[in-house]
Structure formats: C-alpha cells, structure tokens
C-alpha cells in the first residue's frame, strides 16, 4: 500500500513538473488563462442545461478544445526559448489570444443564459482580441 502511494506521489510530481517545464511556468498569465478556460467550459455547460441541450459528445470536444489551447501555450514556450532563444514573447502572445477568446466565450455564454454585461467588459476583452488579431 505505501509503495502505490509514493508511485502515486511519484507520478504526479513527474507529471506536474513536466507540465511546468512545457508549459514556462505558472506565472500571472497563466493563472489567468487556466481560470478563464475553466469559467468558459462551465459557462458552456451552464448554457447547454438551460437550452436542455446538454450533450457528453459535445463537452468531449469541449474539454479537447481546451487541452489543445495549451498545448499550443507549450509550443509557444518551446519556440520562445529553444528557436527564438528569448523571453516568453511568442508564448505570452498564444495566452493573451486565447484569453481574449475565452474571455469573450464568456461574456457570450453569460448573455445566452440571460445574464447582462457590463459594457467596459466586453470593451476591454474586445480590446485585447483585437490587439492581439484574434479571430474566434
């Protein structure tokens, strides 16, 4: 019982500091960016109860839509330091284009179910997408 605990314990800290390494860190931005991709999955799902629409194929796809925003998070990070040998230019620009996308997902999600939005909201996040050339 106690070597499965530490293979356990093992595991997760293999798996947490890869995710660290591929990932550049948990800094500020992503924090803000695993936030806003949990708000916007539960938002959707919010959505999806009140339109009786709920759907375990489209929330599969939901939850790989999400997996692949870091993914690319992780590419971005590796181009950064191994290709560009710099800073995190190029990885801090994926997030910014992801949280703009997710942020406004958001605001969407939240007028679908009937919820009203501030308008300096959806001004900045509108903001942010279009400075970063977001595309939805």
């Known amino acids: 019982?106690?070597?499965?605990?530490?293979?356990a314990k093992a595991t997760f800290a293999a798996i947490g500091g890869f995710l660290g390494w591929y990932l550049g860190g948990l800094d500020g931005f992503l924090y803000a960016l695993i936030a806003?991709?949990?708000v916007d999955y539960l938002t959707g799902v919010m959505c999806a109860v009140t339109?009786?629409?709920?759907s375990s194929k489209i929330g599969a796809k939901g939850i790989v839509k999400k997996v692949l925003i870091f993914t690319l998070v992780g590419l971005g990070h590796i181009i950064d330091r191994q290709v560009l040998g710099q800073a995190q230019a190029i990885r801090t620009a994926v997030i910014f284009f992801y949280l703009s996308n997710e942020g406004i997902s958001i605001l969407e999600n939240a007028?679908?179910?009937?919820?009203?939005v501030p308008?300096?909201?959806?001004?900045?996040?509108?903001?942010l997408h279009e400075s970063k050339g977001g595309t939805s």
């Open 119 to 127: 308008d300096k909201l959806k001004d900045v996040l509108a903001r």
């Open 1 to 7: 019982m106690k070597s499965t605990i530490e293979l």
């Open 51 to 54: 339109d009786k629409t709920l």
């Open 36 to 38: 806003f991709v949990v």
């Open 111 to 116: 007028a679908a179910i009937g919820l009203p």
